[in-house]
């Protein structure tokens, strides 16, 4: 099991009025890579989340979090439910080694932000039985003016210019 | 001479946990068939003498013997251990009153220092007062039902999600260790619940909004005075309240600090991952313990 799903607690008494605080959600953080950076017809990118802690979340093409926008050629990494802390984004394409993208990337319970920039996060409880979105049912059109975060492989100079 | 029969106090002092083996002392004037021993009425030192109890005395299941020694002068000091608390020591040596053990002039230095009974840190020493005897009339050749009334204790939470907000009508199922009791319900309008705790219940497994967690009840250690300097409280608080995901080992390592700092950030805090007071004070008001 996971260590930071245990919880020490401490039991009241009827006349308490205390209550221990549990916070038991996270944000859905949305990292959106590029889709078919290297011309591979049958790509396997993987995009990874390293927290300061040590932790470590991987998510390739294929998991149920991760979707086509075939509208702006983007694949829409989601990590689900992550908590607060500083993590890295790294990439690895094909059989290639890992390549971080974005370090520095903070979650605090106002949500993710890299310098001081919002990252795209959703604050609603993230429920890891919830159905993969169907792809084909997406209309381009739809997501023009959806606001996704930024092109995490992107250089920081055309991040900002698109800013 | 002739042996004469042994002959016990007879005399109740509460109901043991079950499975403590009762001990009973010998009336005075009953001497033991075996090794001579002094009899009751010996003068005693002025000072009772006093014996640590941690894994020392042991008896039916790994529980401590019940020290039923009304009047033997013997104060029991007991090392408590991590996941103790006051109440579950007191029960465990057949109080059902915790505050008998916790209000014990003995025990003043701790009080003080643990002004949650639910919140003591490994190595504190509960000191262990002599049960007062309590003596019942009762016909004898009958059955007689005795009831103790013991303080019951709750686990009181309010969930909350990522930006602290309650979580109102959530389902939550808890279910305490052995399965035999469960609680489940929603939560109010604040987040809170209430979960009666069974007697002995050590943990329980929370199950909410499809995710589980594993409650170790009684396992939550002081933020001050501890050994550890307090840093396993406060991991353990930052890691309620889903800041730090590391181990609770007691180390200040860079995790502990990095969450501390964003947690301070978050209260409006100087961020320097530093556990001051005002920083130790925000932890307990947030965390409610």
Same mark, same amino acid.
């Given at each position: 099991?996971?260590?930071?799903?245990?919880?020490?607690?401490?039991?009241?008494?009827?006349? @308490?009025?205390?209550?221990?605080?549990?916070?038991?959600?996270?944000?859905?953080?949305?990292?959106?890579?590029?889709?078919?950076?290297? =011309?591979?017809?049958?790509? =396997?990118?993987?995009?990874?989340?390293?927290?300061? =802690?040590?932790? %470590?979340?991987?998510?390739?093409?294929?998991?149920?979090?991760?979707?086509?926008?075939?509208?702006? %050629?983007?694949?829409?990494? %989601?990590?689900?439910?992550?908590?607060?802390?500083?993590?890295?984004?790294?990439?690895?394409?094909? @059989?290639?080694?890992?390549?971080?993208?974005?370090?520095?990337?903070?979650?605090? %319970?106002?949500?993710?932000?890299?310098?001081?920039?919002?990252?795209?996060?959703?604050?609603?409880?993230?429920?890891?039985?919830?159905?993969?979105?169907?792809?084909?049912?997406?209309?381009?059109? @739809?997501?023009?003016?959806?606001?996704?975060?930024?092109?995490?492989?992107?250089?920081?100079?055309?991040?900002?210019?698109?800013? | 001479?002739?042996?004469?029969?042994?002959?016990?106090?007879?005399? #109740?002092?509460?109901?043991?946990?079950?499975? !403590?083996?009762?001990?009973?002392?010998?009336?005075?004037?009953? /001497?033991?068939?075996?090794? #001579?021993? /002094?009899?009751?009425?010996?003068?005693?030192?002025?000072?009772?003498?006093?014996?640590?109890?941690?894994?020392?005395?042991?008896?039916?299941?790994?529980?401590?013997?019940?020290?039923?020694?009304?009047?033997?002068?013997?104060?029991?000091?007991?090392?408590?251990?991590?996941?103790?608390?006051?109440?579950? +020591?007191?029960?465990?040596?057949?109080? #059902?009153?915790?505050?008998?053990?916790?209000?014990?002039?003995?025990?003043?230095?701790?009080?003080?220092?643990?002004? $949650?009974?639910?919140?003591?840190?490994?190595?504190? !020493?509960?000191?262990?007062?002599?049960?007062?005897?309590?003596?019942?009339?009762?016909?004898?050749?009958?059955?007689?039902?005795?009831?103790?009334?013991?303080?019951?204790?709750?686990?009181?939470?309010?969930? *909350?999600?990522?930006?602290?907000?309650?979580?109102?009508?959530?389902?939550?199922?808890?279910?305490?260790?052995?399965?035999?009791?469960?609680?489940?319900?929603?939560?109010?309008?604040?987040?809170?619940?209430? #979960?009666?705790?069974?007697?002995?219940?050590?943990?329980?497994?929370?199950?909410?909004?499809?995710?589980?967690?594993?409650?170790?009840?009684?396992?939550?250690?002081?933020?001050?005075?501890?050994?550890?300097?307090?840093?396993?409280?406060?991991?353990?608080?930052?890691?309620?309240?889903?800041?730090?995901?590391?181990? +609770? $080992?007691?180390?200040?390592?860079?995790?502990? *600090? +990095?969450?501390?700092?964003?947690?301070?950030?978050?209260?409006?805090?100087?961020?320097?991952?530093?556990?001051?007071?005002?920083?130790?004070?925000? !932890?307990?008001?947030?965390?409610?313990?």
């Amino acid at each position: 099991m996971d260590p930071a799903s245990t919880l020490h607690l401490a039991p009241s008494f009827r006349d @308490d009025t205390r209550y221990t605080t549990l916070v038991v959600t996270g944000v859905d953080l949305e990292v959106p890579l590029e889709a078919d950076l290297d =011309d591979d017809p049958l790509q =396997d990118d993987e995009v990874a989340l390293d927290g300061a =802690d040590g932790s %470590r979340r991987i998510l390739k093409v294929g998991d149920p979090d991760v979707r086509l926008d075939p509208g702006r %050629r983007l694949y829409l990494y %989601r990590f689900r439910d992550v908590p607060k802390g500083i993590y890295t984004l790294s990439v690895r394409l094909s @059989d290639r080694s890992w390549a971080p993208i974005l370090s520095g990337v903070l979650v605090t %319970r106002e949500g993710a932000t890299h310098g001081g920039r919002p990252l795209s996060t959703s604050a609603a409880p993230a429920l890891p039985d919830e159905p993969p979105r169907e792809p084909a049912e997406v209309d381009p059109a @739809d997501l023009l003016d959806e606001h996704s975060g930024d092109f995490v492989d992107q250089p920081a100079e055309l991040q900002q210019r698109r800013g | 001479m002739a042996r004469q029969p042994q002959v016990t106090s007879g005399r #109740a002092i509460g109901t043991p946990a079950p499975g !403590v083996r009762r001990i009973t002392r010998r009336a005075p004037g009953n /001497p033991s068939p075996g090794p #001579a021993r /002094p009899p009751a009425s010996v003068t005693r030192p002025a000072r009772p003498p006093t014996r640590t109890r941690g894994e020392v005395a042991s008896g039916v299941g790994g529980l401590p013997a019940v020290a039923s020694l009304g009047g033997v002068g013997m104060t029991t000091r007991h090392v408590a251990k991590q996941g103790e608390t006051v109440p579950g +020591i007191a029960a465990r040596f057949g109080f #059902a009153d915790y505050r008998v053990v916790y209000d014990a002039p003995g025990n003043a230095a701790l009080k003080q220092r643990r002004p $949650d009974p639910n919140v003591l840190a490994p190595g504190d !020493v509960v000191e262990i007062p002599d049960a007062a005897p309590k003596e019942v009339a009762g016909r004898s050749g009958q059955a007689h039902l005795f009831r103790v009334d013991v303080r019951p204790q709750i686990l009181r939470l309010v969930l *909350r999600d990522h930006a602290h907000a309650p979580l109102a009508g959530v389902s939550y199922l808890i279910s305490f260790e052995g399965g035999a009791d469960s609680s489940e319900g929603s939560t109010d309008a604040g987040g809170k619940l209430e #979960a009666p705790l069974p007697l002995g219940a050590r943990s329980a497994t929370l199950e909410v909004l499809g995710r589980s967690y594993t409650l170790l009840v009684g396992h939550l250690d002081p933020l001050h005075d501890a050994p550890d300097g307090g840093v396993g409280g406060l991991q353990a608080r930052l890691r309620n309240l889903r800041y730090y995901s590391g181990p +609770i $080992d007691g180390i200040a390592g860079p995790a502990t *600090r +990095i969450a501390l700092g964003i947690f301070q950030h978050d209260h409006q805090l100087p961020a320097d991952g530093e556990p001051g007071d005002a920083t130790l004070r925000k !932890v307990e008001e947030i965390h409610g313990s």
